[in-house]
Protein backbone atom coordinates (compact mmCIF):
# COMPACT_ATOMS: atom_id res chain seq x y z
CA UNK A 1 0.00 0.00 0.00
CA UNK A 2 2.56 2.40 0.24
CA UNK A 3 4.47 2.20 -2.91
CA UNK A 4 5.35 5.78 -4.37
CA UNK A 5 5.49 7.22 -0.93
CA UNK A 6 8.49 8.03 0.19
CA UNK A 7 9.44 8.12 3.82
CA UNK A 8 10.07 11.79 4.07
CA UNK A 9 5.91 12.56 3.36
CA UNK A 10 4.77 10.74 6.38
CA UNK A 11 8.08 12.48 8.48
CA UNK A 12 6.83 15.76 6.75
CA UNK A 13 2.82 15.32 7.81
CA UNK A 14 3.98 14.36 12.00
CA UNK A 15 6.37 17.37 11.78
CA UNK A 16 4.07 19.62 11.03
CA UNK A 17 1.36 18.29 13.22
CA UNK A 18 3.87 17.84 15.54
CA UNK A 19 4.65 22.01 15.67
CA UNK A 20 0.62 22.78 15.54
CA UNK A 21 0.76 21.03 18.88
CA UNK A 22 3.16 23.14 19.71
CA UNK A 23 1.14 26.64 18.36
CA UNK A 24 -2.01 25.49 19.82
CA UNK A 25 -0.19 24.65 23.40
CA UNK A 26 1.38 28.34 23.96
CA UNK A 27 -1.76 30.77 22.73
CA UNK A 28 -4.36 28.35 23.86
CA UNK A 29 -5.69 29.42 27.66
CA UNK A 30 -8.02 26.92 28.27
CA UNK A 31 -6.80 23.52 29.87
CA UNK A 32 -8.91 21.34 28.04
CA UNK A 33 -7.63 22.66 24.79
CA UNK A 34 -3.92 22.76 25.98
CA UNK A 35 -4.90 19.39 26.79
CA UNK A 36 -5.96 18.34 22.73
CA UNK A 37 -2.60 19.97 21.61
CA UNK A 38 -0.61 17.32 23.89
CA UNK A 39 -2.83 14.84 22.23
CA UNK A 40 -1.76 16.16 18.93
CA UNK A 41 1.58 16.22 19.79
CA UNK A 42 1.53 12.83 20.75
CA UNK A 43 -0.28 11.56 18.15
CA UNK A 44 2.29 12.75 15.51
CA UNK A 45 5.25 11.17 17.11
CA UNK A 46 3.47 8.19 17.18
CA UNK A 47 3.05 8.34 13.05
CA UNK A 48 6.52 8.90 13.43
CA UNK A 49 7.57 5.44 15.06
CA UNK A 50 5.50 3.87 12.51
CA UNK A 51 6.69 5.08 9.62
CA UNK A 52 10.38 4.77 10.50
CA UNK A 53 9.58 0.80 11.84
CA UNK A 54 7.74 0.09 8.56
CA UNK A 55 10.73 2.21 6.19
CA UNK A 56 13.64 1.26 8.21
CA UNK A 57 13.47 -1.89 9.93
CA UNK A 58 10.62 -3.64 8.43
CA UNK A 59 11.98 -7.07 10.30
CA UNK A 60 11.31 -5.94 14.03
CA UNK A 61 8.29 -4.71 15.54
CA UNK A 62 9.97 -1.86 17.95
CA UNK A 63 7.63 0.74 16.33
CA UNK A 64 4.53 -0.69 16.70
CA UNK A 65 5.13 -1.18 20.73
CA UNK A 66 6.57 1.76 21.36
CA UNK A 67 3.62 3.42 19.88
CA UNK A 68 1.27 1.16 21.35
CA UNK A 69 2.72 1.91 24.72
CA UNK A 70 2.56 5.72 23.71
CA UNK A 71 -0.74 5.61 23.48
CA UNK A 72 -1.86 4.03 26.66
CA UNK A 73 0.26 6.53 28.29
CA UNK A 74 -1.60 9.20 26.40
CA UNK A 75 -4.98 7.09 27.92
CA UNK A 76 -3.66 7.47 31.67
CA UNK A 77 -2.39 10.98 31.40
CA UNK A 78 -5.84 12.05 29.77
CA UNK A 79 -7.40 10.78 32.37
CA UNK A 80 -5.34 11.98 35.56
CA UNK A 81 -5.19 15.59 33.62
CA UNK A 82 -9.27 15.49 33.06
CA UNK A 83 -9.71 14.60 37.05
CA UNK A 84 -7.57 17.22 38.32
CA UNK A 85 -9.17 19.85 35.10
CA UNK A 86 -12.58 18.87 36.93
CA UNK A 87 -11.32 19.32 40.42
CA UNK A 88 -9.91 22.95 39.30
CA UNK A 89 -13.21 23.75 38.38
CA UNK A 90 -14.91 23.03 41.22
CA UNK A 91 -12.70 25.19 43.21
CA UNK A 92 -12.44 28.17 41.26
CA UNK A 93 -15.25 27.62 38.70
CA UNK A 94 -13.20 28.66 35.72
CA UNK A 95 -10.94 26.43 34.09
CA UNK A 96 -8.78 29.39 32.87
CA UNK A 97 -4.81 28.81 33.56
CA UNK A 98 -5.00 32.55 34.17
CA UNK A 99 -7.20 32.64 36.72
CA UNK A 100 -5.65 29.79 38.65
CA UNK A 101 -3.15 31.59 40.47
CA UNK A 102 -3.85 30.65 43.97
CA UNK A 103 -0.62 28.69 44.50
CA UNK A 104 1.69 31.40 42.92
CA UNK A 105 3.64 33.75 44.82
CA UNK B 1 -1.50 5.74 -7.71
CA UNK B 2 -4.83 5.03 -6.24
CA UNK B 3 -2.40 4.94 -2.33
CA UNK B 4 -0.81 7.78 -2.99
CA UNK B 5 -4.35 9.36 -3.73
CA UNK B 6 -5.43 8.06 -0.21
CA UNK B 7 -1.83 9.12 1.56
CA UNK B 8 -2.75 12.54 0.33
CA UNK B 9 -6.55 12.54 1.07
CA UNK B 10 -5.56 11.29 4.55
CA UNK B 11 -2.49 14.17 5.06
CA UNK B 12 -5.04 16.52 3.89
CA UNK B 13 -7.69 16.17 6.34
CA UNK B 14 -4.41 15.61 9.29
CA UNK B 15 -2.75 19.08 8.49
CA UNK B 16 -6.44 20.78 7.77
CA UNK B 17 -8.47 19.32 10.72
CA UNK B 18 -5.23 19.94 13.34
CA UNK B 19 -4.92 23.55 12.37
CA UNK B 20 -8.87 23.78 12.80
CA UNK B 21 -8.30 22.05 16.37
CA UNK B 22 -6.05 24.66 17.37
CA UNK B 23 -7.57 27.80 16.17
CA UNK B 24 -11.42 27.23 16.98
CA UNK B 25 -12.98 29.40 19.41
CA UNK B 26 -15.99 26.90 20.54
CA UNK B 27 -13.91 24.17 22.76
CA UNK B 28 -17.14 21.44 21.84
CA UNK B 29 -15.92 21.76 18.14
CA UNK B 30 -12.39 21.72 18.27
CA UNK B 31 -12.64 18.46 19.87
CA UNK B 32 -14.58 16.88 17.12
CA UNK B 33 -11.99 18.14 14.53
CA UNK B 34 -9.29 16.42 16.92
CA UNK B 35 -11.33 13.22 16.52
CA UNK B 36 -11.37 13.59 12.79
CA UNK B 37 -7.70 14.09 12.99
CA UNK B 38 -7.30 10.96 15.08
CA UNK B 39 -9.57 8.98 12.34
CA UNK B 40 -7.19 9.93 9.54
CA UNK B 41 -4.30 8.52 11.71
CA UNK B 42 -6.12 5.41 11.87
CA UNK B 43 -6.57 5.41 8.28
CA UNK B 44 -2.86 6.26 8.01
CA UNK B 45 -1.24 3.01 10.27
CA UNK B 46 -3.99 1.12 7.73
CA UNK B 47 -2.23 2.67 4.97
CA UNK B 48 1.28 0.99 6.46
CA UNK B 49 -0.89 -2.09 7.41
CA UNK B 50 -0.45 -2.13 11.33
CA UNK B 51 -4.02 -3.07 11.27
CA UNK B 52 -3.40 -3.48 15.25
CA UNK B 53 -2.34 -0.52 15.92
CA UNK B 54 -5.27 1.17 13.73
CA UNK B 55 -7.70 -0.74 15.67
CA UNK B 56 -6.05 0.58 19.33
CA UNK B 57 -5.97 4.19 17.76
CA UNK B 58 -9.78 3.68 16.95
CA UNK B 59 -11.04 2.53 20.16
CA UNK B 60 -8.66 3.83 22.85
CA UNK B 61 -8.14 7.42 21.02
CA UNK B 62 -11.21 7.80 19.13
CA UNK B 63 -13.29 5.82 21.46
CA UNK B 64 -11.70 6.55 24.92
CA UNK B 65 -10.02 9.76 24.79
CA UNK B 66 -12.28 12.43 22.78
CA UNK B 67 -15.12 10.58 24.84
CA UNK B 68 -13.33 11.62 27.98
CA UNK B 69 -12.65 15.13 26.63
CA UNK B 70 -16.04 16.01 25.31
CA UNK B 71 -17.75 14.86 28.89
CA UNK B 72 -14.89 17.31 31.04
CA UNK B 73 -15.95 20.22 28.43
CA UNK B 74 -19.71 19.76 28.82
CA UNK B 75 -19.18 19.19 32.86
CA UNK B 76 -16.68 22.65 32.42
CA UNK B 77 -18.03 24.81 30.34
CA UNK B 78 -21.12 26.29 28.50
CA UNK B 79 -21.35 25.06 25.24
CA UNK B 80 -22.22 28.17 23.16
CA UNK B 81 -19.11 29.70 25.41
CA UNK B 82 -16.04 31.03 23.14
CA UNK B 83 -13.02 29.98 24.00
CA UNK B 84 -10.90 33.48 24.74
CA UNK B 85 -7.87 33.59 22.32
CA UNK B 86 -4.59 35.00 23.24
CA UNK B 87 -3.20 38.31 22.34
CA UNK B 88 -2.15 39.57 19.24
CA UNK B 89 1.55 39.58 20.75
CA UNK B 90 1.51 36.28 21.78
CA UNK B 91 -0.08 34.99 18.77
CA UNK B 92 2.72 36.45 16.59
CA UNK B 93 5.92 34.87 18.58
CA UNK B 94 4.21 31.85 19.01
CA UNK B 95 3.54 31.06 15.36
CA UNK B 96 7.49 32.76 14.36
CA UNK B 97 8.86 30.35 16.94
CA UNK B 98 6.25 27.26 15.38
CA UNK B 99 7.28 28.29 12.09
CA UNK B 100 11.11 28.73 12.82
CA UNK B 101 11.53 25.33 14.19
CA UNK B 102 9.22 23.80 11.68
CA UNK B 103 11.31 25.08 8.78
CA UNK B 104 14.57 23.69 10.77
CA UNK B 105 13.22 20.40 11.37
CA UNK B 106 11.99 19.98 7.75
CA UNK B 107 15.32 20.98 6.11
CA UNK B 108 17.31 18.51 8.78
CA UNK B 109 14.75 15.98 7.83
CA UNK B 110 15.29 16.52 3.85
CA UNK B 111 19.30 16.76 4.34
CA UNK B 112 19.59 13.27 5.98
CA UNK B 113 19.56 9.90 3.55
CA UNK B 114 17.26 7.27 5.27
CA UNK B 115 18.69 3.82 4.07
CA UNK B 116 15.46 1.44 3.32
CA UNK B 117 16.24 -1.86 5.05
CA UNK B 118 15.46 -4.50 2.48
CA UNK B 119 15.31 -7.49 5.25
CA UNK B 120 11.98 -9.20 4.70
CA UNK B 121 9.00 -8.15 6.67
CA UNK B 122 7.89 -9.51 9.91
CA UNK B 123 4.02 -10.00 9.70
CA UNK B 124 2.06 -7.84 12.28
CA UNK B 125 -0.86 -9.82 13.03
CA UNK B 126 -2.41 -10.27 16.05
CA UNK B 127 -0.51 -13.66 17.40
CA UNK B 128 2.73 -12.15 16.18
CA UNK B 129 1.97 -9.13 18.23
CA UNK B 130 0.76 -10.78 21.00
CA UNK B 131 3.64 -13.26 21.05
CA UNK B 132 6.25 -10.60 21.89
CA UNK B 133 4.03 -8.86 23.75
CA UNK B 134 4.62 -11.60 26.54
CA UNK B 135 7.85 -12.96 25.75
CA UNK B 136 11.03 -12.01 27.77
CA UNK B 137 13.53 -13.30 25.37
CA UNK B 138 15.15 -11.80 22.09
CA UNK B 139 12.61 -8.64 20.57
CA UNK B 140 10.17 -10.07 23.61
CA UNK B 141 8.39 -6.36 25.24
CA UNK B 142 7.17 -8.43 28.90
CA UNK B 143 8.78 -5.80 31.30
CA UNK B 144 6.74 -2.61 29.30
CA UNK B 145 3.73 -4.43 29.23
CA UNK B 146 3.99 -5.04 32.80
CA UNK B 147 5.12 -1.30 33.75
CA UNK B 148 2.41 0.24 31.33
CA UNK B 149 -0.45 -1.89 33.38
CA UNK B 150 1.13 -0.76 36.87
CA UNK B 151 1.04 2.68 35.41
CA UNK B 152 -2.58 2.21 34.59
CA UNK B 153 -3.43 1.31 37.34
CA UNK B 154 -1.86 4.02 39.27
CA UNK B 155 -3.62 6.43 36.95
CA UNK B 156 -7.16 4.88 37.48
CA UNK B 157 -6.90 4.94 40.74
CA UNK B 158 -5.27 8.39 41.12
CA UNK B 159 -7.89 9.75 39.30
CA UNK B 160 -10.51 8.07 41.12
CA UNK B 161 -9.26 10.12 44.28
CA UNK B 162 -8.44 13.50 42.81
CA UNK B 163 -11.76 13.55 40.90
CA UNK B 164 -13.88 12.37 44.16
CA UNK B 165 -15.80 14.79 46.11
CA UNK B 166 -15.06 15.28 49.70
CA UNK B 167 -16.87 14.04 51.64
CA UNK B 168 -16.54 14.75 55.80
Known sequence: MTQGIPLYYFLTISTLMFFIGI????????LITMLMSVELILNSVNINFVAFNKYLYPDKLQGHFFSLIVIAIAAAEAAVAIAIIINIY?????????????MKF | MNSKVMFFVFAGIILIFSVMTVVSRRILRSAVYLLF?????AGLYFMLNFNFLAAVQLTVYAGGIV???I???????HISERAPMAGARRSLFSALAVIIGAILTLTTIFRFTFVPSSEPAIGSDIKTIGTKLIS???????LPFEVISVLLLAAMIGAIIVARKETK
Open chain 1, 23 to 30: YGFLTRKN
Open chain 1, 90 to 102: RNFRSIDVEKVDE
Open chain 2, 37 to 41: VLLAT
Open chain 2, 67 to 69: VLI
Open chain 2, 71 to 77: FSILLTS
Open chain 2, 136 to 142: YGEGGYA
